[in-house]
């Protein structure tokens, strides 16, 4: 059974940085396209960032608002994917996910809670 | 890029049928056979309903379809059931990006 599981959030003050990570098991992170998304407090879903699979160039890619400030990476022997996200700022609160589309299925995390606030 | 459109409400009767729309441009839903759908019950993991713009993933009733014409895919839920009350967003490739829609609410009256 696939399983994603972010963790990482937190309460941080604006500026400041966190690092997310989202833990997979049941498929191997390198053979999947796998995205973090988030969703602000009452608002519909924003798509941060992914990175491809290692078949399809292993390609990492981030939404405009973010570029710069966050960055996708990947870790093979840990079988995890990782947010950087630098220089936050208040529009950044929400709740972030990571998902992956694969074997002709979909599997989001649980979720993960990021506030930026002074 | 600007997230896909789609109408922010849609409603019907249990045992009716509704269709969500989501359009964007050549670059994203007409240029590619990489639409997805998903389904969000308020405080809850979005759900796949539909994968490459008509696929299923095992498990979800074939009362959810999928289709594209040109730069607009579509949603339709055939014999709404009240569970099909929830908020829902289509996904599309766009190359370099990813866009999703700003979702629908879709009541069940």
């Known amino acids: 059974e696939v399983q994603l599981v972010e963790s990482g959030g937190g309460l941080v003050k604006p500026g400041g940085s966190l690092r997310l990570s989202c833990a997979a098991s049941g498929l191997t992170v390198s053979k999947a396209w796998i995205h973090w998304v988030r969703q602000a407090p009452g608002k519909g879903l924003e798509w941060v960032g992914r990175?491809?699979?290692?078949?399809?160039?292993?390609?990492?890619s981030h939404a405009a608002p973010v570029q710069g400030r966050f960055t996708i990476s990947r870790d093979d022997s840990a079988n995890t994917l990782y947010l950087q996200m630098n220089s936050l700022k208040t529009e950044d609160t929400g709740v972030y996910y990571c998902?992956?589309?694969?074997?002709?299925?979909?599997?989001w995390g649980q979720g993960t809670l990021v506030t930026v606030s002074s | 890029q600007s997230a896909l459109t789609q109408p922010p409400s849609a409603s019907g009767s249990p045992g009716q049928s509704v269709t969500i729309s989501c359009t964007g441009t050549?670059?994203?839903?007409?240029?590619?056979?990489?639409v997805s759908w998903y389904q969000q019950h308020p405080g809850k993991v979005p759900k796949l309903l539909i994968y490459?713009?008509?696929k299923r993933p095992s498990g979800v009733p074939d009362r959810f379809s999928g289709s594209k014409s040109g730069n607009t895919a579509s949603l339709t839920v055939s014999g709404l059931q009240a569970e099909d009350e929830a908020d829902y967003y289509c996904l599309s490739y766009a190359g370099i990006n990813t866009l999703f829609g700003g979702g629908t609410k879709l009541t069940v009256l």
């Open positions: 050549s670059g994203d839903v007409g240029g590619y056979n990489y």
């Open positions: 490459e713009v008509v």
């Open positions: 998902f992956t589309e694969y074997g002709n299925d979909g599997y």
């Open positions: 990175v491809k699979s290692e078949t399809s160039g292993g390609t990492i």
